[in-house]
């Protein structure tokens, strides 16, 4: 056996690093200093964003945050207009709702007439409106199908007051049958030729009671004068009167009962 010189073998310094790893433990000390880096990195960018948003929400909230559009439209899951939200020529707000079948059911509007909404039949009949008109009346309409419209308001300009008018079609401008009328001073019930009493003409008939206890029943001609009265006075007899078409008296006479 060969003896080895004791000089050429040197002890490892103790501050010597001596690596024991492995080719594949090396690489995997490696991923995870890459991950650490990207964690750091991801936790940087993520907390910049946070502030932005903050200073960018801060900055709204002093702003109303507007959005500015001619016209929203609403659809369905199908991609169906359902609502829609636009203004009309003189530029005032309407909205309309519609059903799947791209009919009008809803309307709301608003013009210088006053607030009006309308919900209509599938087939575009109105069958109920709300509107209130400006500084004059607030009324319910029905209409049915056959164009005979019932109004339900109350003038704005004589507190106190309610009316109910029946008209012969879906114009009441030209077409009043019956109104009945509830006010502080009286209450009464017109009843015309189909179409007049619109224009304050006769034929018709007018049944009231006053303020005062005062009963009466009068028949108009087609002018609107009174050519037949009969009116009940408190503590006093029923009278019945006639007048001719100029408004003079022809005939009166007492009810006395017997």
């Given at each position: 056996m060969t003896e080895i010189d004791r000089d050429e073998v040197t002890a490892?310094?103790?501050?010597?690093?001596?690596?024991?790893?492995?080719?594949g433990q090396k690489e995997l000390e490696s991923l995870v200093r890459r991950l650490r880096y990207e964690r750091r990195a991801l936790y940087t960018s993520g907390l910049a964003l946070l502030i932005l948003m903050t200073l960018t929400g801060l900055q709204k909230s002093g702003d109303p945050g507007r959005v500015r559009v001619s016209a929203l439209i609403l659809e369905n899951n199908a991609h169906k207009p359902?609502?829609?939200l636009t203004t009309d020529p003189a530029g005032f707000p309407i909205l309309n709702m519609m059903?799947?079948?791209?009919?009008?059911?809803?309307?709301?509007?608003i013009?210088?007439?006053g607030s009006d909404l309308?919900?209509?039949?599938?087939?575009?009949?109105?069958?109920?409106?709300?509107?209130?008109?400006?500084?004059?009346?607030?009324?319910?309409?029905?209409?049915?199908?056959?164009?005979?419209?019932?109004?339900?308001?109350?003038?704005?300009?004589?507190?106190?007051e309610a009316f109910m008018s029946i008209f012969g079609s879906s114009e009441p401008a030209t077409?009043?049958?019956?109104?009945?009328?509830?006010?502080?001073?009286?209450?009464?019930?017109l009843i015309s030729q189909p179409?007049?009493?619109?224009?304050?003409?006769?034929?018709?008939?007018?049944?009231?009671?006053?303020?005062?206890?005062?009963?009466?029943?009068?028949?108009r001609d087609h002018n609107n004068t009174q050519r037949l009265i009969a009116e009940q006075l408190p503590g006093k007899e029923a009278r019945v009167t006639t007048q001719d078409k100029n408004g003079r008296t022809v005939f009166s006479t007492p009810i006395n009962g017997r």
């Open positions: 490892p310094s103790p501050h010597e690093y001596v690596s024991t790893h492995s080719p359902v609502a829609e059903d799947l079948e791209g009919h009008k059911r809803v309307v709301m509007s013009d210088p007439d309308r919900m209509y039949d599938p087939d575009g009949s109105t069958t109920l409106g709300l509107s209130c008109l400006t500084g004059v009346t607030s009324q319910i309409e029905l209409t049915q199908r056959g164009g005979r419209t019932m109004l339900l308001g109350v003038p704005g300009a004589d507190p106190g077409a009043s049958d019956f109104e009945l009328t509830i006010s502080p001073t009286i209450n009464d019930i179409g007049r009493l619109s224009d304050i003409l006769g034929p018709m008939i007018r049944l009231g009671v006053e303020k005062s206890g005062t009963t009466f029943m009068d028949f």
